[in-house]
């Protein structure tokens, strides 16, 4: 079993909808958790970060962390064709620097 | 945008060849790391390291070698390339543990290493 599930889609939704992106893991460990956006042929850069449980919003973003599940979510709202990409959600330990990553999840955002 | 360039940013190599893959940074964080992204895998750790001469492995290592002589550069080196090593290779860096009020850091990411092994 990988550390960290994340569901590959393609997901394809309309411009203005909501937009749910979600990874599982097992690590009980993690308190660390990261989102990041990838375009195509382009390098991972970092959207969001949230410490331990909770919720961080970041203008149309807004970050999810539910530790008892062992699950995070990213909220976009009224998304834009602009957020087509691969959004990866990534996760680390307290005082270890080495990150764990989902497989990434592939949006379309159709005009 | 963190300063982390890769270098070659496209390369095509045969079968049996050595390859050395050059990841420089100007940020001077401690932690360096190389990832090779494939289709339905994701992002996987290959090496990293933890500073000057201190490296580890990472989840798939086979085939490859690390090296850190200095703070700002970590190369990635294929002893001798296989098919199954044609992937986009990505370093990253972070921050040691504490450098921000405790916390720890996220990681910055090059633009990626297209390698093509034929």
């Known amino acids: 079993q990988k550390e960290v599930e994340q569901d590959p889609g393609p997901l394809s939704v309309p411009e203005g909808a909501i937009v749910s992106l979600n990874c599982t893991y097992s690590n009980s460990a993690f308190q660390y958790f990261m989102w990041y956006r990838q375009y195509s042929r382009k390098g991972p850069e970092l959207l969001m970060y949230?410490?331990?449980?909770g919720n961080k919003e970041d203008g149309r973003f807004t970050a999810q962390v539910d530790k008892s599940s062992k699950y995070i979510s990213l909220f976009i709202r009224d998304s834009q064709p602009s957020d087509s990409a691969t959004y990866l959600c990534?996760?680390?330990?307290?005082?270890?620097?080495?990150?764990?990553f989902g497989s990434g999840t592939k949006l379309n955002v159709k005009p | 945008d963190a300063g982390i360039t890769q270098s070659p940013r496209h390369k095509v190599t045969e079968t049996g060849t050595p390859v050395t893959l050059r990841c420089h940074q100007t940020e001077n964080h401690r932690y360096m790391y190389w990832y090779r992204q494939d289709p339905g895998h994701g992002l996987r750790l290959i090496h990293y390291?933890?500073?000057?001469?201190?490296?580890d492995k990472g989840e798939v290592s086979d085939g490859y070698s690390v090296s850190r002589s200095k703070t700002e550069d970590f190369l990635l080196t294929l002893e001798s390339a296989t098919s199954s090593q044609t992937s986009v290779y990505f370093c990253?860096?972070?921050?040691?543990?504490?450098?921000?009020?405790?916390?720890?850091?996220?990681?910055?990411f090059g633009q990626g290493t297209r390698l093509t092994v034929v």
């Open positions: 949230t410490y331990s449980s």
């Open positions: 990534a996760m680390s330990e307290v005082s270890f620097n080495k990150f764990y």
């Open positions: 990253a860096i972070s921050e040691s543990i504490g450098a921000r009020q405790g916390r720890n850091t996220e990681a910055f």
């Open positions: 390291s933890y500073g000057v001469k201190d490296t």
